[in-house]
């Protein structure tokens, strides 16, 4: 039966492999091979009109025979067991069990000790913990903490983190980036090499916007608005700081994404996005108010505190707002009578233009608006209220 299959299979070496005798590789190529089997057995039974459902099955009998090659109790008498694979770790334990072994020790905690003892960022950090458990997560979560705070204070952390971090032996990392879609190029942060080796973060003409948005890159207005929301898409999967404030998921508080509501923000996010694109070049009107319902989906997700407006992320909510105000336009030279107005200030000035606001304990200045989530618009006679997250007083 061996020598049949390897005649046959399309994939002879995995055949060898498995035959050789007293190997750890074959014993570890099994184990996944049968974790593979399982998982597609599984996915089989909701995944029936699937176009690749047939070539699966296929596959699955290729594995069968595949698997069933060899024979299982020599096969488990000739291959290590699982202390044998786990050897480095189990001696370890085994040898001194009073001495638990220790995590690696992070060199970039001094950092960020210093950096949580900066009180003049309370208001937009907040009582913040890191949570990362290697440097170069850690350095990542730092700087995502930085895109947070104005920039120009931004700027002034970063340069002497770079001094901090020359001292452990690492420097500056400005090619190994990870890429965001974005209609130009612009280098968001530095990783590091050397010592402590970490990637950056850039906006990138060369990457393809998130797949769920089906859209390609159109050369109009709409590449901002696709490359916004795919940076939203990707900050949910890797921040689990973020919070949601939108009206549809949940209009009576301010959500943490680490819950149930995240799958049901993501989805809205993305349903008004392709709504915005159906109706792009369509009716003014019908085209406007898609693009209210986006803006209002992108900007209700928050930090808390939230961000300041002359952050790294408070700019590029501006540019999405200002998306805006060339729909605005061109609904004013069709002839329609159109006024948007973003409700920033003090909250007794702005209540009367908004509707279903949320009060929050944290950040900002008590009394004065910490998020605009909705502009105020009207359009013709037709008012639609704001909505806004104010500091109580």
């Known amino acids: 039966m061996p020598n049949a299959l390897s005649a046959q299979s399309p994939m002879p070496n995995l055949n060898k492999l498995l035959n050789t005798k007293n190997s750890k590789l074959a ?9 593979l089997q399982t998982e597609l057995r599984e996915a089989l039974k909701t995944e029936i009109s699937d176009p690749g459902s047939e070539i699966c099955q296929e596959l699955l009998q290729e594995l069968d025979v595949l698997l069933d090659s060899q024979n299982q109790s020599n096969n488990t008498e000739n291959n290590p067991d699982w202390e044998d694979i786990l050897e480095p770790v189990a001696n370890q334990a085994d040898s001194n069990p009073q001495s638990p072994q220790t995590p690696t020790q992070l060199q970039l905690k001094p950092i960020t000790e210093t950096l949580l003892a900066h009180k003049e960022l309370l208001p937009y950090i907040g009582e913040y913990e890191f949570h990362s458990t290697n440097d170069a997560e850690l350095w990542n979560e730092i700087q995502r903490l930085l895109l947070r705070v104005p920039q120009k204070q931004a700027e002034i952390l970063r340069s002497q983190i770079f001094n901090k971090v020359i001292i452990l032996g690492a420097t500056e990392d400005r090619v190994s980036l990870r890429q965001l879609p974005f209609p130009a190029h612009e280098h968001i942060y530095s990783g590091l090499k050397g010592n402590i080796q970490a990637s950056g973060l850039c906006f990138s003409t060369a990457i393809n916007f998130d797949q769920r948005l089906e859209m390609q890159k159109s050369g109009s207005e709409l590449d901002n608005l696709a490359a916004i929301v795919s940076t939203c898409l990707k900050f949910i999967e890797i921040e689990p700081h973020l919070h949601h404030a939108l009206r549809s998921v949940d209009r009576f508080g301010v959500r943490s994404l680490n819950s149930a509501d995240k799958p049901k923000y993501i989805a809205a996010l993305i349903e008004r996005f392709h ?9 003014i009107l019908t085209s406007l108010r898609a693009r209210l319902d986006l803006d209002e989906a992108i900007h209700s997700l928050v930090y ?3 961000v300041d407006r002359f952050s790294w992320w408070g700019k590029l909510l501006q540019v999405a707002r200002r998306t805006l105000e060339t729909a605005v ?3 004013r030279e069709a002839g329609y009578q159109i006024q948007i107005r973003p409700l920033w200030g003090t909250y007794a000035d702005v209540y009367p233009f908004s509707k279903d606001d949320l009060q929050i304990d944290i950040g900002g200045i008590p009394g004065e608006v910490c998020a605009c989530l909705r502009v105020y618009a009207k359009i013709n006679d037709e008012k639609l209220p704001g909505r806004v997250l104010f500091r109580s007083s």
């Open 329 to 331: 336009q061109q609904g």
């Open 275 to 283: 709504r915005v694109k159906l109706t792009f070049n369509g009716d």
């Open 27 to 35: 014993w570890l190529l099994r184990l996944k091979l049968l974790g």
């Open 304 to 306: 808390l505190p939230c």
